[in-house]
C-alpha cells in the first residue's frame, strides 16, 4: 500500500492492475488517433470544462528588440515579450445581409449640407473642422499632421535608478506588463545585462525608463524592475508610469483608531479568508496551496458574449438567456472559505453596529431642475419671516406623461381620496404608453415605457385583473411593427402575458412563452380608432 504524498493531500499512485494485450493495443490505436487528429488526451473533467468554457489559443511571444540607452554611448541589446495584456475580444466588421445569400453589408457615407435643399458634398470638397465654443476653426490635413507629436524611432533610454521603495502599485498605469531579456545569441548583450540586473537586485534599485514602441507612437514613461520567474530566470519588467498630467490628488480624512475588539475580528478575517496557505510538514518540506487559481481564471464578460453569440446563431430572434451557472460561478467566493467566514461575518455585524440605510428617493420637479428666480426666492424670505408655509408643488389629479409610474402608483394609493378606480387609472396609464409608442424611439423613452409596463404589470397581478394587462400587452405588440428592437426589450425584462401560474384567470402557459417571440417582419406599426381615442382623453 501507498502512503500520502509530502507534497499535498492528495495520495500517491497505487500499484495498478496489469493492462492486458487488447487494452494495450487499444490504447496504441487510441494514441494514433489523437496524433492523426492533431489533437489530445485528458481526463473527463478537463473534457468538460473544455467544453463549457471558450478560450483562445495561446499566441506565439512576439518579440521586440531594442537597445537599451544608456548615457550616450553605451547601448545594450535586449529583447521583450507581452508577459501580461488586458486580451480583448476580436472585433466584428462583417455581416451578411438577412435572407441574402453572400450579400455583404457594406456602410455607404454621404455629407450634404445642413439646410433645407440638403445638397449632397463630395469627399474633396471636404474640410476637417474643430468647435472651439461658438466658433469653427478650420485645420488642414497638413496642420493636423504637424500638430501630432512625434517622440522618435523605436527606442528605450534610462534616465536613471530610484530606490524601489519610491515606486507604489498605484504609480503603475498602462494596460499590461513586458519582459525585457537579454537578445539570444549575443554574449555581450547577456553579459552587460547580468551584470546591471544583479546591481539592480542587489542595491534593491529599480530604473526609469522613457520607451517608444514604434516611430508613430507616443513616448511612454515606465520603470523597470528586476524579477525571478517560476523557472529560475531573471529578467526586468516593464511597467508603465503616469505623467503628472494623469495623477489625481485626493484629499482623504484621517481614519478614527480602531478598538482592540475591532482589530481582533479583522485579523481573524484576514486569517480565515486567505487564498494562499504555506503547509510545513514533518520534513521542513513547504507546500503552497492556492486555494483561488488566478492565472486560470477566464474573463466571465467574454464567456457570457461567447454563450449569446452561440445563442443568437442557432436560435435567432429568441430572448438572450441570462448567463450560465459556469460563468457566474467564475467569481463566487470560494465555498470553502466562505463557510469558515461566516461566524467572522456575525461578528463583525454585532462589532461593528452595522445597520441597513434604505436610499431616499426624492421626486423630480420643475423647481429642483430649473431654480427659483430671485423674485420667488425674496417671496420666500418674506413667508418665512411670517411664518407661513406655502406648498409649492400641486397635487396629482391625472397620469401625465413627465413622471407617469410615479402618478399611477400615488393614485392609487390615494384613491380614496382622490376619488379614482383602478380601471380609470389603467386608462390613463394605457393611453401614455400608446402616446410614447407613436412618439420617436429613442434609449430614454424605451426605458419609460418598460418602466410604464412593468408597474402595470404588477398591480394588474396584485390585484387579480390580469385581464386588462394581456389585452393591453397584445395591443402593444401589434402596435410595435418592425420595432422589433423595443419588443426584444419588453421580451427580455419578461414582461409578456401574465400567465395562469402568476394569477387566477391568466394566459396558458403556451400562449404566453409563444406571445414573446418577436412580430413578424411584415408587421406594420398599427394604431386604430380606440388608440386615437385614448390620444384625446390626455
Given at each position: 500500500m501507498g502512503e500520502p504524498s509530502k507534497k499535498g493531500s492528495r495520495p500517491s499512485s497505487y500499484p495498478s492492475k496489469p493492462r492486458t494485450q487488447v487494452q494495450k493495443a487499444n490504447e496504441e490505436l487510441v494514441g494514433q488517433l489523437v496524433q492523426e487528429t492533431d489533437g489530445m488526451m485528458c481526463s473527463l473533467d478537463l473534457a468538460i470544462q473544455t467544453f463549457l468554457y471558450k478560450n483562445k489559443k495561446g499566441k506565439k511571444p512576439f518579440p521586440w528588440k531594442v537597445c537599451l540607452s544608456i548615457g550616450r554611448d553605451i547601448k545594450i541589446n535586449t529583447t521583450g515579450y507581452v508577459l501580461v495584456r488586458r486580451e480583448t475580444p476580436k472585433g466584428w466588421k462583417r455581416c451578411l445581409a438577412r435572407g441574402g445569400e453572400g450579400e455583404e453589408l457594406k456602410p455607404e457615407t454621404s455629407y450634404v449640407r445642413n439646410?433645407?435643399?440638403?445638397?449632397?458634398?463630395?469627399?474633396?470638397?471636404?474640410?476637417?473642422?474643430?468647435?472651439?465654443?461658438?466658433?469653427?476653426?478650420?485645420?488642414?490635413?497638413?496642420?493636423?499632421?504637424?500638430?501630432?507629436?512625434?517622440?522618435?524611432?523605436?527606442?528605450?533610454?534610462?534616465?536613471?535608478?530610484?530606490?524601489?521603495?519610491?515606486?507604489?502599485?498605484?504609480?503603475?498605469?498602462?494596460?499590461?506588463?513586458?519582459?525585457?531579456?537579454?537578445?539570444?545569441?549575443?554574449?555581450?548583450?547577456?553579459?552587460?545585462?547580468?551584470?546591471?540586473?544583479?546591481?539592480?537586485?542587489?542595491?534593491?534599485m529599480v530604473a526609469i525608463v522613457r520607451k517608444v514602441y514604434s516611430k508613430i507612437s507616443a513616448p511612454r514613461l515606465g520603470v523597470l524592475t528586476p524579477e525571478i520567474g517560476e523557472d529560475g530566470e531573471i529578467y526586468l519588467s516593464h511597467v508603465e508610469l503616469p505623467y503628472a498630467e494623469d495623477i489625481r490628488d485626493l484629499q482623504f480624512p484621517s481614519l478614527p483608531n480602531p478598538t482592540d475588539e475591532q482589530l481582533s475580528v479583522m485579523d481573524e478575517l484576514i486569517d480565515v479568508m486567505m487564498l494562499t496557505e504555506d503547509n510545513k510538514e514533518e520534513e521542513s518540506e513547504e507546500t503552497r496551496v492556492d486555494v483561488l487559481k488566478t492565472e486560470e481564471m477566464l474573463n466571465p464578460n467574454y464567456?457570457?458574449?461567447?454563450?449569446?453569440?452561440?445563442?443568437?446563431?442557432?436560435?435567432?430572434?429568441?430572448?438572450?438567456?441570462?448567463?450560465?451557472?459556469?460563468?457566474?460561478?467564475?467569481?463566487?467566493?470560494?465555498?470553502?472559505?466562505?463557510?469558515?467566514?461566516?461566524?467572522?461575518?456575525?461578528?463583525?455585524?454585532e462589532i461593528f453596529n452595522i445597520k441597513i440605510i434604505e436610499a431616499k428617493t426624492k421626486k423630480r420637479t420643475a423647481e429642483s431642475v430649473f431654480g427659483k428666480d430671485e423674485t420667488a426666492l425674496s417671496e420666500e424670505k418674506k413667508m418665512k419671516v411670517n411664518d407661513v408655509s406655502l406648498e409649492i408643488s400641486s397635487p396629482v389629479t391625472e397620469v401625465g406623461s413627465t413622471t407617469p409610474v410615479e402618478d399611477f402608483r400615488h393614485l392609487l394609493s390615494n384613491s380614496i381620496t382622490?376619488?379614482?378606480?383602478?380601471?380609470?387609472l389603467s386608462q390613463q396609464l394605457e393611453a401614455v404608453i400608446i402616446r410614447m409608442l407613436a412618439s420617436a424611439f429613442g434609449s430614454d423613452m424605451n426605458a419609460k415605457i418598460l418602466r410604464c409596463l412593468t408597474a402595470y404589470r404588477e398591480e394588474c397581478s396584485t390585484r387579480g385583473r390580469p385581464e386588462l394587462y394581456n389585452t393591453f400587452i397584445k395591443r402593444v405588440k401589434e402596435c410595435l411593427g418592425t420595432k422589433a428592437k423595443l419588443w426584444l426589450d419588453v421580451a427580455e425584462a419578461d414582461l409578456g402575458l401574465i400567465s395562469n401560474s402568476e394569477v387566477a384567470g391568466g394566459a396558458e402557459e403556451i400562449e404566453a412563452a409563444h406571445f414573446l417571440l418577436p412580430p413578424e417582419e411584415n408587421a406594420a406599426p398599427m394604431f386604430d380608432d380606440n388608440d386615437d381615442d385614448m390620444l384625446d382623453m390626455l
Open positions: 439646410n433645407e435643399n440638403q445638397e449632397q458634398l463630395e469627399q474633396d470638397d471636404l474640410v476637417m473642422s474643430y468647435r472651439y465654443g461658438p466658433e469653427l476653426v478650420t485645420i488642414s490635413a497638413a496642420d493636423e499632421a504637424a500638430a501630432k507629436f512625434e517622440g522618435g524611432p523605436k527606442s528605450m533610454s534610462l534616465f536613471g535608478f530610484i530606490a524601489r521603495s519610491e515606486i507604489k502599485p498605484s504609480d503603475m498605469v498602462g494596460e499590461g506588463c513586458m519582459a525585457f531579456m537579454p537578445t539570444e545569441d549575443d554574449l555581450n548583450s547577456q553579459t552587460a545585462w547580468s551584470a546591471l540586473i544583479q546591481a539592480m537586485m542587489e542595491l534593491d464567456q457570457f458574449l461567447f454563450q449569446t453569440l452561440r445563442h443568437r446563431a442557432l436560435q435567432p430572434g429568441r430572448v438572450l438567456p441570462p448567463p450560465a451557472e459556469h460563468i457566474t460561478s467564475l467569481l463566487k467566493l470560494p465555498s470553502e472559505i466562505e463557510e469558515a467566514a461566516e461566524p467572522v461575518f456575525e461578528r463583525m455585524t382622490s376619488n379614482v378606480t383602478f380601471d380609470s
